[in-house]
């Protein structure tokens, strides 16, 4: 269902006014984490100034130590949405367990499965069976056929507003955290008909790539651009070392565009 083959015009999905695969660059900004009321609206300001509508911030993070935060949950849901509702912007948040799908969607715009979800066959099933847009982002080992099988399994629900992003895959290259599959790009526009993101914090964790993947993703056709965005991000309680503050954060856009 996801393949072009059975739907040759490309899916373009409406979210707040935004229309995502129209041919025209959107973008997905904001923290990596939620962390307060206050952290969240001093991004969402600066999002709006800029005249973008797609505000992200994470409330269940999937992270690599028991230890590290986890985020704030719930509560973290609760403020995205104040905050998308005091700036009339759509919020994205990732969603890890597939009970907590119907709650997320009075929250949520879009729902975002995350690259270690990727084949939670489960979830997948569970945010195919809502009526609320879903962002799907590669697994880091997923090959580009497992990719497009995953987001066929939340399609096969009856739910097609699904964006794929990359986000990077492993490789033995250290210099950045993860290797971004520029090729994936194009691939997966010929392959299906979904609006592609690529996710430039993730894959390159370099704060000083943001902006050059970027341009690379919006040259081979990227529908998007996903990228963090903190007040502060020397104190964030998580990817300190990616995340935009709101001065660059605004260069980027502008360079951009
Ligand atoms: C995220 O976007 O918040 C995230 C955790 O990314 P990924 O799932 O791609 O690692
Ligand atoms: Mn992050």
Redesign the pocket.
Same mark, same amino acid.
């Given at each position: 269902l996801v393949s072009r083959k059975k739907k040759p015009e490309d899916t373009v999905i409406t979210i707040k006014g935004e229309t995502i695969g129209d041919g025209n660059p959107h973008f997905i900004m904001g923290p990596?984490?939620v962390e307060s009321y206050d952290q969240v609206a001093q991004v969402a300001e600066a999002v709006k100034g800029e005249g973008l509508k797609l505000l992200r911030g994470?409330a269940f993070?999937p992270r690599s130590s028991p230890y590290d935060f986890q985020g704030l949950g719930l509560e973290g849901l609760k403020i995205l949405k104040q905050v998308a509702d005091e700036y009339d912007l759509a919020v994205i948040s990732e969603i890890v367990n597939p009970a907590d799908i119907e709650t997320a969607v009075d929250y949520v715009d879009v729902i975002q499965i995350g690259a270690r979800n990727m084949q939670n066959f489960e979830l997948l099933k569970a945010a195919g069976r809502v009526n609320k847009p879903v962002l799907l982002k590669r697994g880091m080992s997923a090959t580009i056929s497992e990719f497009i099988n995953a987001a066929e399994y939340i399609i096969s629900q009856g739910n097609e507003n699904i964006i794929l992003c990359e986000r990077g895959i492993r490789t033995y290259e250290k210099a950045t955290r993860n290797t971004l599959d520029i090729s994936s790009v194009p691939i997966l526009k010929q392959e299906t008909h979904l609006p592609v993101f690529v996710d430039v914090?993730?894959s390159t964790g370099r704060r000083d790539l943001l902006l050059p993947t970027a341009k690379a993703a919006m040259a081979v056709g990227a529908d998007g651009v996903m990228a963090?965005v903190h007040p502060d991000p020397a104190v964030a309680l998580?990817?300190s070392a &990616? &995340?935009m503050d709101i001065e660059t954060f605004k260069k980027f856009i502008n360079e951009l565009r």
């Open positions: 990596c984490a994470g993070k914090t993730h963090e998580s990817d &990616q &995340q």
